[in-house]
T-cell receptor, first 111, second 117 residues
Framework: SQTIHQWPATLVQPVGSPLSLECTVEGTSNPNLYWYRQAAGRGLQLLFYSVGIGQISSEVPQNLSASRPQDRQFILSSKKLLLSDSGFYLC??????????FGQGTRLTVV | AQKVTQAQTEISVVEKEDVTLDCVYETRDTTYYLFWYKQPPSGELVFLIRRNSFDEQNEISGRYSWNFQKSTSSFNFTITASQVVDSAVYFCALSERFYNQGGKLIFGQGTELSVKP
């Protein structure tokens, strides 16, 4: 069966520090991968998506970047965190017309 | 462009009441998919249902039912005889064809449902 792993679950980082969040998927090949952010206002905002290795599409300009070094690995990064980067980050995968499956999320607090 | 609107920010009901969560969507594609997800306090997103644009048949699953109407671009969700465990944030989402922009899901702002005993 397919599973998605996302870590860490919680993270507290100082302003200006780097960030790396990792997401891996098991049990499926060539999935589409997605990073979402949920700010305090509750809505889910799509940050990046990837349809293949090395292929990244950015949905909104921001302080973050994404990479997909392997088929089932999706990484969200920042060189210098801002206070506004705080939020709940969710990774998801999808194949064909199925629903998207989400990871457990990472709650990031930038202090 | 894709857009999903959930006009109800918060709903509060008493246990055993029926409640309907509204969802209105916009898309230019003729093939698209609609979803409902539940987000309990733990934060994970739990998939509830997927509907494609060619299937307007309503669906019932236990106390949950969904009403899809293309004429009004709506995909509403009804919980019958609500229970405290139904308290959560509910999201409606839309995706276009899988090979169109990665089949990305666009979410509404969510409706926070509070069911009081």
């Amino acid at each position: 069966s397919q599973t998605i792993h996302q870590w860490p679950a919680t993270l507290v980082q100082p302003v200006g520090s780097p960030l790396s969040l990792e997401c891996t998927v098991e049990g499926t090949s060539n999935p589409n991968l997605y990073w979402y952010r949920q700010a305090a206002g509750r809505g889910l905002q799509l940050l990046f998506y990837s349809v293949g290795i090395g292929q990244i599409s950015s949905e909104v300009p921001q302080n973050l970047s994404a990479s997909r070094p392997q088929d089932r690995q999706f990484i969200l990064s920042s060189k210098k965190l801002l206070l506004s980067d705080s939020g709940f980050y969710l990774c998801a995968w999808k194949v064909e017309i199925t629903e998207a499956f989400f990871g457990q999320g990472t709650r990031l607090t930038v202090v | 462009a894709q857009k999903v609107t959930q006009a109800q920010t918060e709903i509060s009901v008493v246990e055993k009441e029926d409640v309907t969560l509204d969802c209105v969507y916009e898309t230019r594609d003729t093939t698209y998919y609609l979803f409902w997800y539940k987000q309990p306090p733990s934060g994970e997103l739990v998939f509830l249902i997927r509907r494609n644009s060619f299937d307007e048949q309503n669906e019932i699953s236990g106390r949950y039912s969904w009403n899809f109407q293309k004429s009004t671009s709506s995909f509403n969700f009804t919980i019958t005889a609500s229970q405290v465990v139904d308290s959560a944030v509910y999201f409606c989402a839309l995706s276009e064809r899988f090979y169109n922009q990665g089949g990305k899901l666009i979410f509404g702002q969510g409706t926070e449902l509070s069911v009081k005993p």
